[in-house]
């Protein structure tokens, strides 16, 4: 199946309807996150390259955005860890030229440290990198790094970005019950954050079928208390809701294919996305199921639709 690197809109907790761009093929990442909703990493790495030539993002780029010139803002993320991509600067300022959309980036934050990642991040509006752990021990259970990085190195680029950086900073932080939910990390973590001054942080935890399936999500109540201990910057963010919008056209299933190409969706995920109702989505998913070319993963009780080569250990 050929999968484009400019898809959706897809829906957003965040951004609301958002056209990822996705620069990285899957799954190259500097982490193994246990919770990834890509699935696992194939090939973990540090080295920048131009994996996908520049020019053919931005072609798809400018089709996408003629396609949907709503979008309530253009991020890019997807299959891996974007920053690998050493043309990422060059794709922000021209998509920066094509769109008056705020142009997102959504991080691991693992390679801040380097001067040419952060001087290439500039032009976005806002940049979102994770921070799920302080202590090296946790950093190594949770996120599963390249043997090179260190959580002490990823906090001080982090640091070091926030100083420079004349746009908005949300940092992410996602817990997994049992793994970074204890009182002495999320006070390291406080800490951590204390330093870092982003502009929100924004508590998550796991939401989708992830990599590992004993990477469980964290209460409501624990997430209220973890909130309250990272202070007043920090908010927990909501679930995905169907938005209200009158039926449209039926998406094409290459367009479906498109959206569940990098992580499981549920029928509301890929309506809410494509601007449809679910119901009709859902029966057009059923049917790739049908044919083969999409899986059912069960997660927390919902059905969530995935390609049925996705690195999951769930069925
Ligand atoms: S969650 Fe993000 S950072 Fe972690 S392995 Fe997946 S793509 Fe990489």
């Known amino acids: 199946m050929s999968v484009r690197t400019v898809f959706g809109p897809v829906p957003s907790r965040r951004f609301g309807r958002s056209l990822g761009v996705d620069v990285i093929p899957r799954k190259l ?28 993002i931005l072609k ?22 974007p920053t690998l991509h050493a043309g990422l600067g060059d794709l922000l300022r021209a ?18 440290w380097k ?13 979102c990198p994770s921070l799920d752990a302080v202590s090296e021990d946790v950093f190594r259970r949770i996120d599963r790094p390249h043997p090179r990085l260190t959580a002490v190195q990823v906090i001080e ?6 100083r420079q950086f004349q746009g908005k900073m949300w940092l992410e932080v996602l817990f997994v019950l049992g793994m970074n ?17 982003p502009d929100k ?21 624990r997430l209220e208390q973890i909130r309250t201990m990272l202070g007043p910057r920090a908010e927990i963010i909501s679930p995905t809701r169907e938005r209200s919008c009158a039926p449209a056209h039926l998406p094409s299933d290459q367009e479906m294919l498109d959206v569940v190409a990098r992580r499981p969706m549920s029928a509301v995920d890929v309506a809410a996305g494509l601007g449809v109702d ?18 059912i993963v069960e997660f927390e009780g919902n059905r969530y639709y995935a390609l049925p080569e996705a690195g999951f250990a769930v069925n």
């Open 157 to 162: 680029g982090l640091v070091e970005f926030r």
């Open 201 to 221: 942080v924004q508590i998550n935890t796991v939401v989708r079928p992830p990599a590992e399936p004993w990477a469980h999500p964290v209460s409501h109540e």
């Open 278 to 295: 679910s119901a009709t989505v859902a029966s057009a998913l059923d049917a790739l199921v049908a044919s083969g070319r999409l899986r």
């Open 181 to 197: 939910d204890h009182d002495e990390e999320v006070w390291l973590l406080r800490q951590a954050i204390d330093r870092i001054a």
């Open 115 to 127: 001067e040419d990642v952060r001087k290439d991040l500039t032009t976005a509006d806002i940049v």
């Open 95 to 112: 998509a920066r030229q094509m769109t008056s959309a705020p142009l997102v980036v959504l991080t691991n934050g693992t390679l801040l």
């Open 60 to 81: 798809e780029l400018r089709a996408a955005l003629a396609a949907h010139p709503g979008v309530d803002c253009v991020t890019f993320s997807g299959s891996g860890e």
């Open 29 to 56: 990442c500097t982490l193994d996150c246990v919770y990834c909703e890509v699935g696992r990493t194939d090939k973990r790495g540090l080295a920048r390259r131009e994996y996908i030539p520049t020019d053919i």
